[in-house]
């Protein structure tokens, strides 16, 4: 067994209730080894990756892993949020009593450790010194090395964060166990796996991954979950699965932040990272501030809604990822980078990377060249078309790496939101943007958000669902409540965001292709929607909110068929009728909606009642 205090002590780890923490942690997982790391520990935990064979190298300081091959994405159905109020079960956070729960993880994770080093991860989600520092601050433990490498890039990590709190005891306990991975029954019916946030003890226990949100407990379980929890219970924030970006307009000097919700694998990322399309790159230029996670709090001073970013990185898709498609996305993973590569293709001998969509073919020369299981391309049969990379694959990166990140991502303040977007994998019906003015509409409509599900979760890839402001993986407490949240949140501020629903994916039932080109071209109406909200445009009312009238939707250089076009800037009212009745069934699964929200329901439904065809 290891000697927790004297690995805390040398490490100069000081706060008496993390350490209490991680001593009974040690107690319980049986660890010989205990290490307290900090960012500065990265090149030699990076080396000693290497030399365990857990990273390999991918050229000039980025390196490459390869999960085990059926824990390559979130598991939704493992997931499941544990409080001790049986009010807080809601339709889709899988709540369990605490008191069942705790119990069951601290049996999995009994003993799990002997023979194995437990990593201690103090972390700080938010820039140090925000107004929400106290919801900030966690202590992850963890068995698994490259769990440690991947969150010293996508969160703040060092003793520093946890030694001087105020209270300090108000940290996120969060305790990640990997377990025998080819043992745990993936997908049967004895499935082992379980990831739990004990919310009102803020306290999270994943048991059974080592990929992406499954393992690195600061960004989803904490940053989500117990956020979204706490911004509740203290009736104070919003945590929402929210990119956030400023757009800067160099010809009046003006810059606007826009924060928008979209399913995991949605386009987040290449929102963030966009790179303003050529006729329009002079003008205006779109900063990162965040690509998946904001904290939405209103400032009492100037009634701004304001948000910020709690992680440090990015854990981006691989996939289409290209040149032409996202060039910041592409450069944030340069040579020198540090950047990790997941579950992508690997040339061992060129140290190369590669993924469907990087390039328009694969490498030709297929020597050296394995899959995401490992397995060599050249062994494959005669049509064998199996992608080369896992379609979940992905790339971990610091903030400060993405080309397009704002001066400011570090600042603390937060900035202001001018816009609040809504968005997903819709292949029909939804228009290329509909605004929306009013406060529960707007609310309404996140809550109605209907796309198809992604890779980014296990078994649910292409599924049609509602996913209530692209948080239905991530909630933690009952939809009633938490649309009330917002209109309190966001109600409380006296400049009101303009909200609006956004569609990149429309496609045409011919062909199947996209009918939009996505992507850079994005941006464009997105300026619509500033416009719109400083009076510049006046659009055109719908009965599901103002729409953009062609001419005034800036569309210089963009390619798109007369046939397209028309068909992402209108309504298909007799398929917006028939959505109406889905949408009640779908709302009427949370208890305690407020009657806002049905009032904004009904309002919609009769004027496409109303509405010509
Ligand atoms: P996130 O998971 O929500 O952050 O989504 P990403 O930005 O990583 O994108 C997920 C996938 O959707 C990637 O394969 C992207 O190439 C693709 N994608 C992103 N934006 C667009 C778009 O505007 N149009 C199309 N067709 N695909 C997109
Ligand atoms: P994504 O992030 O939303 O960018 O896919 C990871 C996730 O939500 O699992
Ligand atoms: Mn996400
Ligand atoms: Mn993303």
């Known amino acids: 067994m290891a000697d927790p205090d004297k690995a805390m002590d040398s490490a100069g780890l000081t706060n008496p209730r993390v350490r209490e923490y991680v001593r009974h942690w040690a ?9 307290v790391v900090s960012a500065a520990d990265d090149a030699r935990l990076v080396a000693e990756a290497l030399d365990a064979g857990e990273l390999e190298p991918a050229g000039e300081g980025r390196y490459y892993s390869r999960s085990y ?30 008191s069942e729960m705790k119990p069951l993880l601290e049996g999995k994770m009994r003993g799990a450790l002997v023979g194995k080093t437990m990593y201690v991860i103090p972390y700080l989600m938010a820039p140090p010194g925000s107004p929400l520092d106290q919801f900030a601050t966690g202590v992850e433990l963890t068995d698994t090395r490259t769990v440690v490498l991947h969150m010293i ?11 001087d709190l105020a209270d300090p005891d108000s940290f996120v306990r969060a305790v990640h166990v990997t377990g025998e991975l080819e043992s745990l029954g993936h997908g049967t019916p004895d499935d082992q796996r379980y990831f739990v946030t004990c919310a009102d003890e803020r306290t ?43 757009i800067e307009d160099r010809q009046t000097g003006r810059t606007y932040h826009v924060a928008g919700g979209f399913p995991s694998a949605s386009g987040k990322t290449n929102l963030a ?65 540090g950047a990790i590569f997941t579950n992508v293709a690997y040339n061992p001998a060129t140290q190369e990377v590669w993924w469907e969509g990087k390039t328009p073919e694969p490498p030709a020369d297929v020597t050296g060249w394995l899959d995401w299981k490992g397995h060599a391309i050249a062994d494959r049969e005669p049509g064998d078309d199996a992608p080369w990379a896992h379609p979940n694959s992905r790339f971990t990166t610091t903030l400060a790496n993405v ?55 296990e078994g649910v890839d292409g599924q049609l669902r509602y996913d209530p402001m692209s948080m239905r993986p991530f909630m933690s407490y009952a939809e009633g409540e938490y649309a009330a949240h917002w209109l309190r949140i966001i109600g409380a501020a006296t400049e009101q965001p303009i909200f609006a629903h956004v569609n990149w994916f429309q496609r045409d039932p011919d062909d199947g292709h996209f009918r939009w080109p996505g992507y850079r071209e994005n941006l464009r109406p997105l300026l619509w929607l500033l416009q719109l909200k400083n009076g510049e445009v006046t659009g055109r009312e719908t009965a599901v909110g103002i729409l953009p009238t062609e001419e005034e939707l800036d569309l210089t250089g963009v390619e798109i068929s007369r046939a397209d076009l028309d068909a992402i800037l209108s309504i298909d009212v007799d398929r917006w009728r028939q959505e109406m009745g889905f949408r ?30």
């Open 27 to 35: 107690e319980i997982t049986g660890a010989d080894r205990i290490e």
């Open 69 to 98: 091959h059926k824990d390559t994405a979130r598991s939704e159905e493992r997931t499941i949020v544990a409080t001790n109020d049986p009010a807080d079960a809601g339709q889709y956070n899988n709540w369990r009593p605490a």
């Open 153 to 163: 890039r996508m969160a703040r990590v060092g003793v520093e964060f946890v030694n």
């Open 204 to 246: 999270i226990l994943h048991f059974g991954s080592s990929y992406g949100g499954n393992a690195l407990l600061g960004k989803i379980a904490h940053g989500l979950r117990q956020a979204a929890y706490d911004g509740w219970a203290s009736r104070s924030f919003l945590g929402e699965q929210f990119m956030l970006i400023g």
């Open 273 to 337: 990272m966009m790179q303003a399309p050529d006729a329009l790159g002079d003008r205006y230029h779109v900063t990162f501030y965040g690509d998946d996670i904001a904290w939405l709090w209103v400032d009492p001073d100037s009634g701004r809604v304001l948000a910020l970013n709690p992680e440090y990185g990015v854990f981006g898709v691989a996939k289409d990822t290209n040149e032409a498609t996202n060039p910041n996305a592409l450069h944030s993973v340069d040579p020198g980078t």
């Open 403 to 457: 080309p397009n990140v704002a001066g400011d991502f570090d600042d603390p303040k937060g900035v202001p939101v001018d816009a609040i977007i809504f968005g997903g994998r819709t292949r029909d019906r939804e228009p290329l943007v509909r605004a929306i003015t009013d406060l529960a509409e707007g609310v309404y409509d996140g809550l109605t958000l209907g796309a198809e599900a992604t890779f980014a979760a």
């Open 584 to 613: 009640e069934e779908h709302l009427k699964q949370f208890h305690g909606l407020p009657d806002e929200i049905w009032e904004a329901h009904r309002r919609v439904a009769a004027a496409l009642e109303a509405a010509d065809q």
